[in-house]
């Protein structure tokens, strides 16, 4: 089952054109690429197609199998097609650069795909992950789907009604919006886990 666009396969080269590995080693082992067997190595095989590589957090729940293989559900649930690579990397990026949050992981692996595959500049970058509203490569609805994104993650008792209408009247379905919602959400778990076990970068 195809769950991504071409573009998130070459996720892997283009981060290897500006970022290099840290050497490391999370405070839970887990199941490297080339020692996977089983159904362990079966989702591993698929995320290596989706993504071109293995992303070590991804890697990380093979500590618990069941979590591994849910985790992968996931991803094939919530994708939509109406959510561009770029507007769920900016997400990924933004949510993980938060004061509450700085997950230098999640922060360079998704510069690295805005930069080398959106061809963004560090001045936006770095204006985005301060506010998503200066997200001025996105249209008028991306923003405001990003915006709502990072809301839910940095004020959601803010996030009311109206701008929920808001998206609508752009033309994002219910399921869209809930999409969304479970997308930068799911980033907050993400970017816990990496920081807690320390994962070391691995692009």
């Avoid at 995320?47 to 591994?68: D, E, R, W, Y």
């Avoid at 805005?114 to 991306?142: Q, R």
């Avoid at 701008?163 to 778990?189: C, H, N, P, Y």
Wanted: net charge neutral; proline share 3%; hydrophobic share 45%.
């Amino acid at each position: 089952m195809k769950l991504f666009t071409k573009a998130a396969t070459m996720t892997a080269l283009a981060l290897s054109l500006t970022l290099n590995a840290t050497a490391g080693e999370s405070l839970l082992p887990y199941t490297e690429q080339k020692d996977a067997t089983g159904e362990v190595k079966a989702i591993y095989d698929q995320v290596q197609g989706a993504f071109g590589m293995v992303p070590a957090p991804i890697m990380q729940h093979s500590t618990s199998p069941a979590n591994l293989k849910a985790l992968w559900g996931q991803f094939g649930a919530m994708h939509n097609t109406n959510f561009s690579d770029q507007l769920q990397a900016m997400m990924r990026m933004t949510v993980a650069s938060s004061d509450a949050l700085d997950c230098d992981y999640c922060v360079g692996f998704n510069e690295g795909m805005l930069i080398n595959m959106f061809k963004m500049d560090m001045k936006e970058i770095n204006a985005v992950k301060k506010d998503p509203i200066n997200a001025t490569s996105l249209n008028d609805k991306d923003k405001k789907m990003l915006i709502f994104m990072v809301d839910a993650t940095r004020n959601p008792k803010k996030v009311d009604k109206a701008q929920i209408d808001e998206l609508r009247k752009l033309g994002w379905s219910d399921k869209d919006i809930f999409d969304g919602l479970k997308m930068s959400t799911q980033m907050v778990a993400m970017t816990l886990l990496v920081d807690t076990l320390k994962i070391p970068r691995d692009f």
